[in-house]
């Protein structure tokens, strides 16, 4: 199985502040690569996919790249909405996997 | 609009089962992979299964392999999974997810989750 380690864990931060998260892969995955916002008692919800494509709905601050085995999430300019936790979730093969989660937390 | 309704979850005794379903509504059922995610207490996501659209190709994570079952009813635009032998590790909130595309890649739409608890 693929697995997918993000970094950091958790990271504070304040409303406007740039921020990245970074998720890399055990094996190249090409751009199979995806993000997902998640708030408390909440469903996921899909942000970006193939790595950089930009779900429907979701704003313009968030933006995704990377290629084979890096890849990073960037916010940005936090938003008070934007204060959740992050995973990334690999597509390239089965099992799917995701990676443990960095929540971003009021700083 | 795309509604997934999950059903189905509660307390179950270590060794038991559990039929969770998930009524899906707004697109085309058949077009679509579906998936199980599950998340337990305080945990990240942990993808579980994915069945195809036409519901001929399953796949199961190790840690479910050969007590789970997902499957679909196409005339009911549903999703089942059927869980036996179940473990207080099984112990988490079970989502339904849609796939953005057929093959079971990224998960677009998600219910709202059922929760299942094993325990004596």
């Known amino acids: 199985d693929i697995q997918m380690t993000q970094s950091p864990s958790s990271v504070s931060a304040s409303v406007g502040d740039r921020v990245t998260i970074t998720c890399r892969a055990s094996?190249?995955?090409?751009?199979?690569l995806g993000w997902y916002q998640q708030k408390p008692g909440k469903a996921p919800k899909l942000l970006i996919y193939v790595a950089s494509n930009l779900q429907s709905g979701v704003p313009s601050r968030f933006s995704g790249s990377g290629s084979g085995t890096d890849f990073t999430l960037t916010i940005s300019s936090l938003q008070p909405e934007d204060f959740a936790t992050y995973y990334c979730q690999q597509a390239y093969s089965l099992p799917r996997t995701f990676g443990q989660g960095t929540k971003v937390e009021v700083k | 609009e795309v509604q997934l309704l999950e059903s189905g979850g509660g307390l179950v005794q270590p060794g038991g089962s559990l039929r969770l379903s998930c009524a899906a509504s707004g697109f085309i059922f058949s077009t679509y992979a579906m998936s199980w995610v599950r998340q337990a207490p305080g945990k990240g996501l942990e993808w579980v299964s994915v069945i195809s659209g036409s519901g001929d190709n399953t796949y199961y994570a190790d840690s479910v392999k050969g007590r789970f079952t997902i499957s679909t009813d196409i005339s009911k635009n549903t999703v089942y999974l059927q869980m036996n032998s179940l473990r207080a590790e099984d112990t988490a909130v079970y989502y339904c997810?849609?796939?953005?595309?057929?093959?079971?890649?990224?998960?677009?739409?998600w219910g709202q989750g059922t929760l299942v608890t094993v325990s004596s």
């Open positions: 997810a849609k796939d953005i595309y057929g093959s079971g890649s990224y998960l677009d739409y």
């Open positions: 094996q190249g995955i090409s751009n199979w």
